[in-house]
């Protein structure tokens, strides 16, 4: 458990509304991802941060934004829902997967669905 | 563009016998790879990584690495039915994000 926690865990939206979903870790993690996962697509990367106010695009940022604010919190919003962003959405942090290398760690994971 | 290819499966196994999921990856001056394992329903969960050509084993997984080939694999030994699940690959360079694999799915039967 690497202290991961994402909330809502599911939600159902309508098409054109903001939807914003919450990141929250509690071991002081510097770097955290935003990835969504589709069949037959697997996990893509939408965008990640690397530092308070540090962020960066990932392959599919379109339609997304994030904020980082403070180091446990990484927001991720859909500023106008559309039905293509149903999806499952994973939060993940980098941390320590043994002495000489770091990987990342996937938080529960949010189901969104848009109507 | 990185690219890491996983054969998407079903593999099916019999409960007992040896799997193996392999993965190829495309970026020559990758460092670090790893294997995930994700249930249905569920978030990934690491089980193995390795950074060194060769093998490396931990009790019924071992994970292999041919840089050269740009070659890794997994290899569950005594497969069981709660190994049912999809497995990723991902790979790794300095602090860039892994990229992942589609994934594998893997059906061990009884």
């Known amino acids: 458990d690497a202290g991961i926690t994402q909330s809502p865990r599911h939600k159902v939206t309508e098409t054109g509304t903001p939807v914003t979903l919450r990141c929250h870790q509690t071991?002081?993690?510097?770097?955290m991802y935003w990835y969504r996962q589709d069949p037959g697509h697997g996990l893509r990367l939408i965008h990640y941060?690397?530092?308070?106010?540090?962020?960066d695009k990932g392959e599919v940022s379109d339609g997304y934004s994030v904020s980082r604010s403070k180091t446990e919190d990484f927001l991720l919003t859909l500023e106008s829902a559309t039905s293509s962003q149903t999806s499952v959405y994973f939060c993940?942090?980098?941390?320590?997967?043994?002495?000489?290398?770091?990987?990342?760690?996937f938080g529960p994971g949010t189901r969104l669905t848009v109507l | 563009q990185k690219e890491v290819e996983q054969n998407s499966g079903p593999l099916s196994v019999p409960e007992g016998a040896i799997a193996s999921l392999n993965c190829t990856y495309s970026?020559?001056?990758?460092?670090?790879f790893f294997w995930y394992r994700q249930y249905s329903g569920k978030s990934p969960e690491l089980i193995m990584f390795?950074?060194?050509?060769g093998d490396k084993e931990d009790g019924r997984f071992t994970a292999q690495l041919n840089k050269a080939s740009q070659y890794v694999s997994l290899l569950i030994r005594d497969s069981q039915p709660s190994d049912s699940a999809t497995y990723l690959c991902?790979?790794?360079?300095?602090?860039?994000?892994?990229?992942f694999g589609k994934g594998t799915r893997l059906s061990v039967i009884a």
């Open positions: 390795i950074y060194s050509n």
């Open positions: 993940a942090i980098r941390g320590l997967a043994g002495a000489l290398t770091d990987t990342q760690y």
């Open positions: 991902a790979v790794g360079r300095g602090n860039t994000p892994l990229v």
């Open positions: 970026d020559r001056g990758s460092q670090s």
């Open positions: 071991e002081n993690h510097r770097y």
């Open positions: 941060s690397y530092g308070v106010k540090d962020t």
